[in-house]
């Protein structure tokens, strides 16, 4: 499986390669315009990172938790149950 995936890896970037070299720009041009592309995906990284974790995300996932083992308590305390 893993050697399948490696396979079409390295034919993509062979593609990838080839696509580049027999590109319409000029080569100065196509270097402009990967080094621009990469600037922006890497700000933009950036930029994510930067910013503060969202609130309430994680409580709501733990508050979900407890509600499903407070439910699970109930329903072993119902009728014919016997407490612990």
Do not use: C, H
Not at 8 to 24: K, N, W
């Amino acid at each position: 499986m893993f050697g399948l995936v490696r396979t079409a890896v390295r034919f993509f970037f062979i593609g990838f390669g080839v696509g580049i070299l027999l590109a319409p720009r000029a080569g100065a041009e196509t270097r402009t315009l990967i080094r621009e592309k990469l600037n922006a995906l890497v700000n933009s990284v950036l930029e994510v990172a930067d910013r503060p974790p969202v609130e309430g995300v994680g409580g709501e996932a733990e508050q979900s938790q407890t509600r499903g083992r407070a439910r699970g308590r109930r329903a072993d305390t119902g009728a014919g149950a016997t407490p612990a």
